[in-house]
């Protein structure tokens, strides 16, 4: 054989190869393939039986109920921001206070 032939049928099996492994093992994977009844093909005699209806698919389109809750007005809003602002503040100065204790620094 020359060495071009020999290159061929290398590659041919390096792109081949994996591509005939990999359908080998995905038909195994097919629990629901014609040959699943099959009593040396399919599943062992104390596996669950299948379920007696298939499974529904998720309701993908369905809208949730409008809200009864009302939009803040203005000063509430305003309110709820500073509040939120106080919290954040609070919990940053917190936290480099437990720095400068613990010793830590940047």
């Known amino acids: 054989m020359t060495q071009r032939g020999l290159y061929f049928v290398v590659r041919l099996l390096a792109l081949a190869g994996p591509a005939l492994l990999g359908a080998a ?58 509040e939120l602002l106080a919290a954040r503040d609070r919990q940053v100065s917190g936290a480099k206070a437990a720095q400068r204790r613990s010793g830590g620094g940047n």
């Open 25 to 82: 093992l995905g038909g195994c994977a097919s629990s629901s393939s014609p040959l699943a009844g099959i009593p040396v093909v399919g599943p062992s005699p104390n596996a669950p039986p299948p379920p007696a209806s298939p499974g529904q698919y998720l309701p993908v389109h369905d809208i949730p109920p409008p809200r009864d809750a009302t939009v803040l007005d203005p000063a509430a809003r305003d309110r709820l921001e500073k």
